[in-house]
């Protein structure tokens, strides 16, 4: 199965954007549904946005729609989060998630391979 490695997660304003990757090990990444969570200290762990293997579906929580944007290149084995317009609340650490699916996945007991997490934090 696959491995993932997030990055790209930092300090950043409010309204500012950062772009996270989340890298996958392995030949059959094409195979895998991913996903995007975050946990903020003190809750429980949420779910941001799924993508689907194709990338021809795609799915987010409303805290985040309009906002981020989750993409992926399965010829580089990555996907990505893009998020803008950045609010205090979006401080969490930012995990990925993949699934061998056909669909899209969205709630964390489902995904059995996680990164370990990269820092998000917004704040003035």
């Known amino acids: 199965q696959v491995q993932l490695v997030e990055s790209g997660g930092g300090l950043v304003q409010p309204g500012g954007s950062l772009r996270l990757s989340c890298a996958a090990s392995?030949?059959?990444?094409?195979?895998?549904?991913m996903g995007w969570f975050r946990q903020a200290p003190g809750k429980e762990r949420e779910f941001v946005s799924a993508i689907s293997r194709s990338g021809g579906s795609t799915t987010y929580a409303d805290s985040v729609k309009g906002r981020f944007t989750v993409s992926r290149d399965n010829a580089k084995n990555t996907v990505y989060l893009q998020m803008n317009s950045l609010k205090p609340e979006d401080t969490a650490v930012y995990y990925c998630?993949?699934?061998?699916?056909?669909?899209?996945?969205?709630?964390?007991?489902?995904?059995?391979?996680w990164g370990q997490g990269t820092q998000v934090t917004v704040s003035s």
């Open positions: 998630a993949a699934k061998r699916s056909i669909r899209l996945v969205v709630t964390d007991r489902e995904y059995n391979v």
């Open positions: 392995g030949r059959t990444f094409s195979d895998y549904a």
